[in-house]
């Protein structure tokens, strides 16, 4: 079987069976990761200018017919097509002038055409509307030569929607496209989720705030400002709880304050492998939490810890940055969006060609950071990858276009060959 053939439609990215080594196959992971998370149950009623990227809270219908009445769809003349008799050409008077916001009916008569602008309403009794450009003027009389056909130019009552047709379906954030949809089904106020409350900090004893002086075998604390960006979402309320040194005490401290803060989810990064300074699991274990899954079959990321603290999802992400940013984006991300209400909780995958063949080690799914570097004949992104030792290289991961999912069970993938890829 070659690799594209295992990709299945709904865009598991990864369901070989990679039980090697007691490790928990990602997209098992993702399931777990994804049973964790049950949508916040609160919403709130917002106007619609204050709920841009909020979560809509239920499915929205149309109130009435739209548009509410036939309405011209070009500037011209409206008229009764029954009145052109005979052969053509045609000459009508013209009995007045309508405009958008003007009422209906204003000022037609049998017999007359109606000069009329785009968007104001149609007559009842005219059933056409010809444009300016088909007409000649002359001393308040219009000529036509050809015979419009009923109905043309005229945007007729629900010719986009009925009344109780789906408009929206819940689950989705209101960008520009959904906050035109309510307003144009008159919704003043949204019904939305409550924001999701996401508190984080990264622990480590060599962590120093990025600027700040560093002393020996001190660096910059890049997985705080990496969480903070992708937690800037205007669904979601953050608690920054800082960076925490490699001390039991403290890092029990700082769950605390997390679950004062009546947190939804707490994220950490580092500590949640087995060495000596790695005391994130024991601490969630003290504070009577549990963690369903550790040991994933995915590279980079191995040691990302999810579980529950009471009420709270706990995602451990693991120290080195990239399986930081890889684990939040495949494992992190999606239960976040499930814990804000957003039906779609998983990542979006697009198709590309490998530029060049790799042998590997089978056993973990695998996300590459990779660059385009073209496209072939087909018009699909050729993809080059960026170097297999990878999970502490920030340079490589600012350098990529996206992550090249290589499946757990593949040892060599060939040139040419079809992979998944998220693309940033
Ligand atoms: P850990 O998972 O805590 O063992 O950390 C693994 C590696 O990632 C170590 O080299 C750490 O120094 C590094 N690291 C951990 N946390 C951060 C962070 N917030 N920013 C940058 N590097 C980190
Ligand atoms: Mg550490």
């Known amino acids: 079987m070659n690799t594209s053939e295992r990709f299945t439609p709904d865009g598991c990215v990864c369901d070989a069976e990679a039980k090697a080594g007691g490790l928990i196959p990602f997209e098992t992971a993702v399931s777990m990761a994804l049973d964790l998370a049950l949508p916040v149950r609160e919403t709130e009623w917002l106007p619609i200018e204050q709920a841009t990227d909020r979560v809509l809270a ?10 509410m009445f036939n309405n011209s769809a070009m500037d011209g003349y409206a008229l009764r097509t029954r009145d052109l008799t005979g052969d053509g050409p045609w000459t009508l008077p013209v009995s007045g002038r309508t405009a958008a916001g003007d009422p209906a009916d204003a000022g037609f008569a049998r017999g007359t055409a109606l000069r009329i602008l785009t968007g104001a309403a149609v007559a009842s009794e005219a059933d056409a509307v010809v444009t300016q450009e088909a007409v000649d003027v002359r001393a308040g009389r219009i ?3 050809r015979r419009p056909d009923p109905g043309s130019n005229i945007r007729r009552r629900g010719e986009d929607l009925c009344r109780g047709d789906d ?6 954030a209101i960008g520009p496209r959904q906050a035109c949809a ?5 919704a003043a106020e949204i019904e939305v989720r409550r924001k999701v409350r996401v508190a984080i900090f990264s622990t480590g004893s060599e962590l120093r705030p990025p600027g700040a002086a560093l002393g020996p075998g001190q660096i910059w604390n890049c997985n705080l400002s990496m969480l903070t960006a992708a937690l800037t979402q205007s669904w979601v309320e953050v608690v920054d709880l800082g960076a925490i040194p490699d001390r ?3 890092l029990a401290e700082t769950l605390a304050s997390a679950f004062g803060q009546s947190a939804d989810l707490i994220i950490s990064t580092g500590g949640v492998s087995v060495g000596d300074e790695d005391h994130m699991r024991g601490v969630v274990c003290r504070a009577g939490g549990e963690i369903a899954a550790l040991r994933i079959a995915m590279k980079p990321g191995k040691p990302v810890a999810m579980g529950r603290i009471g009420p709270a999802v706990f995602v451990g992400l693991p120290g080195n940055p990239v399986a930081a940013f890889v684990a939040w984006h495949m494992l992190g991300a999606p239960v976040l969006k499930r814990l804000g209400g957003i039906a779609a909780p998983r990542e979006r995958l697009s198709r590309v060609r490998l530029g060049s063949g790799l042998s590997r080690f089978p056993g973990r799914c695998e996300f590459r950071p990779a660059r385009i570097l073209g496209r072939d004949p087909g018009g699909l992104d050729i993809v080059g990858l960026l170097s297999s030792s990878f999970s502490a290289r920030v340079g490589l991961l600012a350098a990529a276009d996206g992550l090249a999912v290589i499946p757990a069970d593949a040892e060599r993938v060939p040139e040419g060959e079809l992979l998944d890829f998220i693309r940033f």
């Open 143 to 145: 000529t036509l030569r």
């Open 167 to 172: 408009v929206l379906p819940a689950g989705i």
């Open 248 to 250: 039991p005490d403290e």
């Open 58 to 67: 239920g499915p929205v219908s149309a109130p009435a017919a739209l548009p």
């Open 182 to 186: 309510l307003a144009y089904c008159g």
